[in-house]
């Protein structure tokens, strides 16, 4: 069983920065693919980001540049760092593990980002 416990969000203004993370229960966090996702009121949700247990990582094109993810293996945590935040960036932003024990996906719970002034 995997356990996903995001935290790390808030209000902020256009153009500052936030960091998210996320906690990973269980084991053999370092293998897992994690990605971020998000969901804006009234809108599906989207994948933001990913990254490999070799940390390699992907962006969607509209954070290219502005955030960053990152793991610590051995503190089972992935991070999100935000940068240059806009409006649009508004949502609820969740951990995700596309493929863990047993091959199931889990999910957590979100954290809400508002970026507003």
């Known amino acids: 069983q995997v356990q996903l416990v995001e935290s790390g969000g808030g209000l902020v203004q256009p153009g500052g920065s936030l960091t998210l993370s996320c906690a990973v229960s269980?084991?053999?966090?370092?293998?897992?693919?994690m990605d971020w996702y998000r969901q804006a009121a009234g809108k599906e949700r989207e994948w933001v980001v990913g990254?490999?247990?070799?940390?390699?990582?992907t962006y969607a094109d509209s954070v290219k540049g502005r955030f960053t993810i990152s793991r610590d293996n051995a503190k089972n945590t992935v991070y999100l760092q935000m940068n240059n935040l806009k409006s649009e960036d508004t949502a609820v932003y969740f951990c995700?593990?596309?493929?863990?024990?047993?091959?199931?996906?889990?999910w957590g719970k979100g954290t809400l980002v508002t970026v507003s002034s």
């Open positions: 990254i490999t247990g070799g940390s390699r990582t």
């Open positions: 995700h593990v596309p493929r863990g024990p047993g091959g199931m996906e889990y």
């Open positions: 269980g084991s053999f966090f370092s293998i897992y693919v």
